[in-house]
Structures are given as structure tokens and as C-alpha cells.
């Protein structure tokens, strides 16, 4: 009995402090729900580089993230050398160079051929096709857009691909996890998904040790944003189809 | 319940052409604007330009060619005089029609 003595009694928080673990209808945002609605993707870094124990610690938080069947189908890799990451962005501004002549209808002298590629590979790579990595691959290739945006810290997040049920959705939520402690701990983040183009080279391969199991699937540029990008906007509503009482209706 | 119909299915749309994309658009009060240019420095899809010398230097959308603004709203984030406001989200025809999507609205306390 006497472990129970040892709970320490908090002292209640002061007027107009958010709480922790409780709710009551329209109180203030609490830190964690604060730092998910203030994070935002950051876009130019400072050359300032990030201690290497506080890369540590947000990785210590991706340790801990619920993963399908505890498979924990994710491997990480820190690279922290800024001529290796102007290599990396080299090697993807090439790759989408050459996407954008053969997909860029408006652009490639193949003219026709290339909208009957750009056509047939939406149908085959939706995904990969949608509009706006499309365009995303043209401002790339044109030199208008970083890959890496002058991080001095960029993070590799590898697939294990034998991973229990969805290992893609178990790699996003352990990136979400780093993503939300970074900005808690004063950094910038973004998730850089065209890293997914060093694959396709020989050399990037080999360097990178992309081979069965692992499978490139994310990158994550980290480090001090420049000016405060953080902060509160506005977003589109989604409909939410909601069953109760045996009726149906459609919240927004 | 069919959520597109088979004609859009099968038809995917040329993102160059206004009949089927809209872009996002953003709203930028030259009142408050200082050209600091910030915004046009983080903007994904480089569609933000600061033009103008001295008290005239304010930041611009492009315009013309098909801009590729997401509406992303970073650059209101980033805003530190709030002058930028995302008026218009971006939408496209055929197969990449959204759907279920609302206004837009800051976060709301329930």
C-alpha cells in the first residue's frame, strides 16, 4: 500500500491553461492539439546545423510509433553531408528532367507522343500522374523548386517491405511522429517524396543500399526554419458521413 | 452509389486547361503587404513573385500561364502582417474531381 503514497498530486493549472488528458466543450487548444494544428511544411532552412542529439531524440520518437502487428517495418538514415545532398538534388532535378520531356506535352519536342504518355501513365500511376507532382516535376526540372529547400539535415525513411499488413501507412505514422516532435522542439520539417526518384539510378542504389527488403519511401528535410512559418490556417471542411440512431447524416 | 460516373473515370484531365483545372488563388492585401517576400520565397509551386521598389515593393500573384498554387495556405502562415488570405481552393475535372470537400474555416473548438 504504501507504493500508492507516491503519486504525486498535481497542482490544478492555472486559469486559462490548457489541460492535459481532459476535455470540456470549447476549452483552449492543449500543446499537442496546438502543435499539430501549427505545424506547416518548411520550405527554406537556415545553414545552422541541428545538434546531433536532437536528430536523436525526434528519432527516439519514431521508435514509438504504433506500427501493424509491432513489425516496426521502417529503417532510418541521417545524412548530414552537404555535398551529398547537393548530389541527391542534382540526381532528381536530372530524373525530372527527364520525366518532363517525355510527360510535358506543353513543352517536349515529342509533342503528341508525350500526351499519349503523360495519358497512359495516369491511367497506370494515378498517383504519381496527379496534377500537381506533375506540375511539381516541372518546376523541379526548371530549377523554380529545391528538393531539399538548403536543409542541413535530411532523413531517409526506408520501407521494410515485408512488414505486416501495410507497412506504407506504419512508415507515414512514424513520420508523423518525428514530424510533430521536430516542430514541438522548435525545428521545420518537410516531407520531401520525390527522394523516391534515387531508385531508379544504379549508382544511388548502390550508395543508398536500396535492395531487397528495403524499398526507399519517404525523405524528411529537418532543420531551423527561416522567418516563422508555424502557425494556424485556414482548411477545407470535409464531409463526414455519421450513423446514429439509425439515421443517417452529414456533418461537416 | 456511384461517386464519378464512367465518363469521368476514364477521362483524365489536361491540367493546363482551364475547362478542367482551377487553381488555388490567393488573396493579397497591398495594404498591409511590406514585399518582405517570404511568402515567395517558401512557395511550392513558385507561383508568388515580389515585384516594386521601395514602399511600392509588394508581392504579386502570377498570373497568365496556369499558376500552381495548391492552397496550401503556407504563405498565410508565413505572413507575419496576415495580408495573405487563400480565397479559392484548386479543383480539377474528370478523374481528379474532389469530393466530399466544405469551405474553407480555421480550426474550430468543439
Redesign the interface.
Known amino acids: 500500500m504504501t507504493e500508492k503514497l507516491d503519486i504525486e498530486v498535481k497542482p490544478a493549472t492555472a486559469e486559462g491553461e490548457a489541460k492535459m488528458y481532459t476535455w470540456e466543450e470549447g476549452m483552449d487548444w492543449n500543446p499537442v492539439e496546438k502543435v499539430i494544428l501549427e505545424r506547416r511544411s518548411t520550405r527554406k532552412y537556415k545553414d545552422k546545423q541541428v545538434p546531433e542529439a536532437l536528430i536523436r531524440r525526434i528519432l527516439e520518437m519514431a521508435r514509438f510509433a504504433p506500427s501493424a502487428g509491432n513489425s516496426q517495418p521502417w529503417r532510418f538514415m541521417v545524412i548530414r553531408d552537404k555535398k551529398m545532398i547537393e548530389d541527391m538534388e542534382r540526381y532528381v532535378r536530372l530524373r525530372c528532367k527527364i520525366l518532363k520531356f517525355f510527360l510535358d506535352w506543353r513543352t517536349s519536342p515529342l509533342g503528341k507522343l508525350a500526351w499519349l504518355y503523360a495519358q497512359m501513365g495516369a491511367r497506370i500511376m494515378p498517383n504519381d500522374m496527379h496534377p500537381i507532382p506533375m506540375s511539381a516535376i516541372g518546376l523541379i526540372a526548371d530549377g523554380k523548386l529545391d528538393l531539399f529547400h538548403g536543409a542541413p539535415t535530411v532523413i531517409l525513411i526506408f520501407k521494410d517491405k515485408r512488414g505486416a499488413a501495410k507497412p506504407e501507412v506504419d512508415v507515414g505514422i512514424c513520420g508523423q511522429n518525428m514530424v510533430l516532435a521536430a516542430h514541438s522542439l522548435g525545428l521545420g520539417t518537410c516531407w520531401i517524396g520525390f527522394v523516391e526518384l534515387l531508385k531508379y539510378g544504379i549508382k544511388w542504389r548502390r550508395k543508398l543500399g536500396i535492395s531487397f527488403p528495403y524499398d526507399l519511401a519517404e525523405g524528411m528535410a529537418i532543420g531551423y526554419p527561416v522567418a516563422h512559418p508555424d502557425g494556424m490556417i485556414e482548411r477545407e471542411l470535409r464531409e463526414i458521413e455519421w450513423y446514429e440512431g439509425s439515421q443517417w447524416k452529414t456533418v461537416l | 452509389m456511384a461517386y464519378l460516373t464512367w465518363k469521368e473515370r476514364l477521362k483524365?484531365?489536361?491540367?493546363?486547361n482551364p475547362e478542367y483545372?482551377r487553381s488555388g488563388r490567393v488573396v493579397i492585401d497591398h495594404g498591409k503587404c511590406n514585399g518582405c517576400g517570404?511568402c515567395a520565397?517558401?512557395?511550392?509551386?513558385?507561383c508568388l513573385y515580389v515585384a516594386g521598389v521601395g514602399k511600392n515593393k509588394k508581392c504579386y500573384l502570377m498570373e497568365g500561364e496556369?499558376p500552381?498554387c495548391?492552397s496550401?495556405?503556407?504563405c498565410?502562415?508565413?505572413c507575419?502582417r496576415n495580408a495573405i488570405?487563400?480565397s479559392q481552393?484548386?479543383d480539377?475535372g474528370y478523374?481528379?474531381k474532389i469530393l466530399?470537400?466544405?469551405?474553407?474555416?480555421?480550426?474550430r473548438?468543439?
Open positions: 483524365i484531365p489536361t491540367y493546363d483545372a517570404n520565397l517558401i512557395c511550392p509551386g513558385a496556369f500552381d495548391m496550401c495556405n503556407d498565410a502562415a508565413m507575419e488570405t487563400v481552393t484548386y480539377f478523374f481528379y466530399h470537400r466544405g469551405e474553407l474555416s480555421p480550426p473548438r468543439f
